[in-house]
């Protein structure tokens, strides 16, 4: 039986990509290669590298949409698909974002997990979804400006377990400021975590940046 979602090799060809020079911290293009763009040199982030496969924009912010308010859980699958087709992370365990309880159970799953899980399995890597845990609720960071996301993840995470001497890599859907992700690499780092390495289905770009 067909999946209920699948892009055709057209429609895959057409989604907008990343260029090949951005910061290898972060993701943000870059009009030549450099060892970091200019906000990751002012204020370094706790995470060591970022792979990215996609540009977050028309229709990739649909598709995205769709997966975590429409439950179209096969997207998860394409995603997945997406990031192994391209450059990705070398670590010891697959460590996906969590959903604060409240909204776990009100969509019913973590699109995060649901992109994670055919990761590890590909890569034949422990996928830990219990270990890191969100301590707080948060206000969406959709909701919010970009410079009030920092504060909005302060103390957002907390971690059951040790992650000592391990490379983790964390898997979420979308990468925007880069605050939550900057968040759970510190608390990843400060239970043991040696290198954090996000691997997203995409990446939003300003254009004062592009």
Wanted: with cysteine; glycine share 6%.
């Amino acid at each position: 039986m067909s999946p209920p979602f699948a892009l055709c090799p057209g429609c895959l060809d057409d989604l907008p990509r990343l260029p090949a020079t951005a910061c290898p911290l972060c993701a943000t293009p870059l009009g030549a290669p450099a060892p970091a763009c200019g906000a990751c040199l002012k204020s370094p982030p706790a995470y060591d590298a970022t792979f990215a496969a996609l540009r977050y924009g028309f229709p990739v912010d649909r598709l995205v949409q769709n997966l975590k308010f429409n439950h179209r859980l096969a997207t998860a699958a394409c995603f997945a698909d997406l990031l192994l087709s391209g450059a990705h992370p070398v670590g010891d365990v697959i460590v996906p974002v969590p959903l604060a309880p409240l909204r776990l159970r009100e969509r019913g799953f973590n699109q995060a997990l649901e992109i994670a899980r055919p990761l590890a399995r590909s890569l034949r890597l422990p996928l830990d979804p219990t270990t890191l845990v969100r301590a707080r609720e948060t206000v969406p960071q959709s909701l919010l400006p970009w410079r009030a996301r920092k504060g909005n993840m302060r103390h957002a995470f907390g971690c059951r377990g040790d992650f000592s001497g391990k490379a983790v890599i964390v898997v979420d859907d979308v990468m925007t400021t880069g605050t939550t992700l900057d968040a759970v690499a510190r608390v990843l780092k400060d239970h043991g975590a040696v290198c954090v390495t996000n691997w997203v289905t995409a990446r939003a770009v300003r254009e004062s940046l592009t």
